[in-house]
């Protein structure tokens, strides 16, 4: 079992208190909803190394964090500046957020992420723009061959089914280490499996589909066991 969450960062000690005293101030969310603090702080423990590279589709109070946490930061997101409950306003007003870490790419992922050339290897990857199939998807496509060995994926929002399906497919790659769920966000490391060909095929190399297809062969694997989908009936 994780030990008890720490009320800091262990990267910025006074971010979770500043954060919580803007929530007190100006609101708990905004328009895309927020991700939990203690869920924030339980990524940041799970992070190594010292000099943090990291991005997200959408944006909010995990940005301001990230503005902290990480060296540069890039954020994929909707630009609703002067919208009701703006998630974008809420954290370029937060005065806890380092905008100079940030750089901002505005548009919806479906259009920038394919676009997009300026990517870096990553220790730190977040996905939580838009939720509807086949989105969150296609964003971890994009995102997956940067990845750096020992860094983490989070995918937030797994009790959707269609992500659910996608922390699934993850926690059996030998892509990814399933490290935990916190509420309904799913933490993965990357492992050093090599990378799977972003332009091949292969699905009957992939662990997810081997444990599933009836094959007249026999499926090598290293634990030797099928497996049956996370279910969350009756959870959420």
Not at 132 to 138: E, I, Q, T
Request: hydrophobic content about 35%; proline content about 6%.
């Amino acid at each position: 079992m994780p030990g008890p969450l720490r009320a800091e960062a262990t990267r910025d000690k006074t971010i979770a208190a500043e954060i919580g005293d803007y929530e007190r101030d100006h609101g708990f969310a905004h328009s895309a909803g927020s991700m939990p603090l203690r869920t924030l702080l339980r990524i940041e423990r799970l992070l190594t190394g010292t000099s943090i590279a990291s991005a997200e589709t959408g944006c909010g109070k995990s940005t301001i964090f990230l503005s902290r946490v990480a060296d540069r930061h890039k954020v994929f997101c909707y630009d609703d500046r002067g919208q009701e409950n703006s998630s974008v306003d809420y954290f370029l007003n937060c005065p806890a957020t380092r905008q100079d870490r940030l750089d901002l790419v505005f548009g919806p992922t479906q259009f920038t992420l394919p676009r997009y050339e300026d990517h870096v290897p990553y220790d730190l990857v977040l996905i939580d723009g838009p939720h509807g199939f086949p989105f969150p998807d296609l964003e971890y496509y994009y995102f997956y061959p940067h990845l750096k060995t020992d860094g983490l994926l989070v995918v937030d929002d797994i009790h959707i089914p269609t992500i659910s399906r996608l922390a699934d497919f993850l926690s059996e790659d030998r892509m990814f280490e399933k490290l935990e769920f916190v509420g309904s966000t799913g933490i993965f490391r990357r492992t050093d499996a090599p990378v799977f060909d972003p332009l091949g095929d292969g699905w009957w190399l992939q662990d997810f589909n081997r444990r599933r297809a009836s094959f007249l062969k026999d499926i090598y694997l290293k634990d030797g066991k099928k497996r049956t989908p996370i279910s969350f009936e009756g959870i959420y």
